[in-house]
T-cell receptor, first 111, second 115 residues
C-alpha cells in the first residue's frame, strides 16, 4: 500500500466550478501535511500547509482528518490557471524532514 | 530573495557515463534534498544532506551519490548511467528543526536524458 494515495485524475472541470481532491495517508506517525502544485515539466511549488483545524487561502480550502488519515483540498471558482497537478505531501514524525509525496491529481480547467 | 537554483537545466549522456548535477539552496537553508521524478511517476527521495553530512538516503543504488559543500551547495553524482536514470532531478532546501510546518522549496530541476 502506498504511503500517500491520491486519485490521479484527470479532473476536467469548466471555469468557475468547484472541485475537491482527496488524499489518504497510511502512516499514523505523519506529523505535517501540505499541498504542492506542479505545472507541466516544472518543479513542485508549495500551495499551502494543512492545519488540524482546517485552513483557507483565498479560493483554496484544506482540511485534515487525523482519525481517518485523510486530507482534502477544495478549489472554488476554478480558473484556467489552476490547471496543474496537485501533490499531497506528508511529513513523517521521524528524525528528519522526510516528505512523502503522492503521485498527484491532475486538474484541467476548460473555458 | 533568490530561490533554489540548479544546473545544468538539461543534460544528455550515454549509457555508462557519469553525470554531475548541482544545486544551490536558498540563503540560510542548511539542508538539501535530492529527488528523482521519472516521467509519469511521483517524486522519489534520493538523498538528504545537512551541515555537510549525508543524513539519509532513499532506496537507490550506491552509484547515486553526492556531497554538500561548506557553503551548503550540493552535488549529485550518478555513475554508470542507465537508460532508466532518465528523469527530472529536483533539489529542494529547507531549514532543519525550525518547526513542524517547515517544508521544502524546490529548484527548477535538471532534466537528464540517457541515450
Amino acid at each position: 500500500r502506498k504511503e500517500v494515495e491520491q486519485d490521479p485524475g484527470p479532473f476536467n472541470v469548466p471555469e468557475g466550478a468547484t472541485v475537491a481532491f482527496n488524499c489518504t495517508y497510511s502512516n499514523s506517525a505523519s506529523q505535517s501535511f501540505f499541498w504542492y502544485r506542479q505545472d507541466c515539466r516544472k518543479e513542485p511549488k508549495l500551495l499551502m500547509s494543512v492545519y488540524s483545524s482546517g485552513n483557507e487561502d483565498g479560493r483554496f480550502t484544506a482540511q485534515l482528518n487525523r482519525a481517518s488519515q485523510y486530507i482534502s483540498l477544495l478549489i472554488r471558482d476554478s480558473k484556467l490557471s489552476d490547471s496543474a497537478t496537485y501533490l499531497c505531501v506528508v511529513r513523517l514524525n521521524t528524525g528528519f524532514q522526510k516528505l512523502v509525496f503522492g503521485t498527484g491529481t491532475r486538474l484541467l480547467v476548460s473555458p | 530573495e533568490a530561490g533554489v537554483t540548479q544546473s545544468p537545466t538539461h543534460l544528455i549522456k550515454t549509457r555508462g557515463q557519469q553525470a554531475t548535477l548541482r544545486c544551490s539552496p536558498i540563503s540560510g537553508h542548511t539542508s538539501v534534498y535530492w529527488y528523482q521524478q521519472a516521467l509519469g511517476l511521483g517524486l522519489q527521495f534520493l538523498l538528504w544532506y545537512d551541515e555537510g553530512e549525508e543524513r539519509n538516503r532513499g532506496n537507490f543504488p550506491p552509484r547515486f551519490s553526492g556531497r554538500q559543500f561548506p557553503n551548503y551547495s550540493s552535488e549529485l553524482n550518478v555513475n554508470a548511467l542507465e537508460l532508466e536514470d532518465s528523469a527530472l532531478y529536483l533539489c529542494a532546501s529547507s531549514t532543519w528543526g525550525s518547526g513542524s510546518q517547515e517544508t521544502q522549496y524546490f529548484g527548477p530541476g535538471t532534466r537528464l536524458l540517457v541515450l
